[in-house]
């Protein structure tokens, strides 16, 4: 199998994903960081901690999921030459 025909992969496209991933691993560190804290402080009335559980779940592999599905995109993005778009 011979790669002569493709063309080099763009810099510009590179440096995007790479940035981008930086951004997506420091918002999963973040968010899990966040998800780790401690619980919710309810209202004096007993309400306000509902969905606790479902936020931090969001948070922290929701978190994982979306930037697993962006950075997917963007490699395939990335890696996408002439040929593949006709």
Not at 22 to 44: D, E, Q, R, T, Y
Not at 57 to 75: C, D, E, H, R, Y
Request: overall charge positive; some cysteine; glycine content about 12%.
């Amino acid at each position: 199998m011979s790669y002569r025909g493709r063309s080099t992969l763009n810099f510009g496209k590179v440096l995007i994903c790479v940035a981008v991933g930086l951004v997506i691993a420091g918002l999963v560190v973040a968010f899990a960081i966040g998800a780790s804290m401690g619980h919710c402080a309810p209202n004096p009335d007993g309400t306000g901690c509902e969905n606790e559980g479902l936020v931090r779940f969001l948070m922290f592999p929701g978190s994982i999921i979306v930037g697993a599905i962006v950075m997917f995109i963007l490699v395939r993005w990335a890696t996408r030459t002439e040929s593949d778009v006709q």
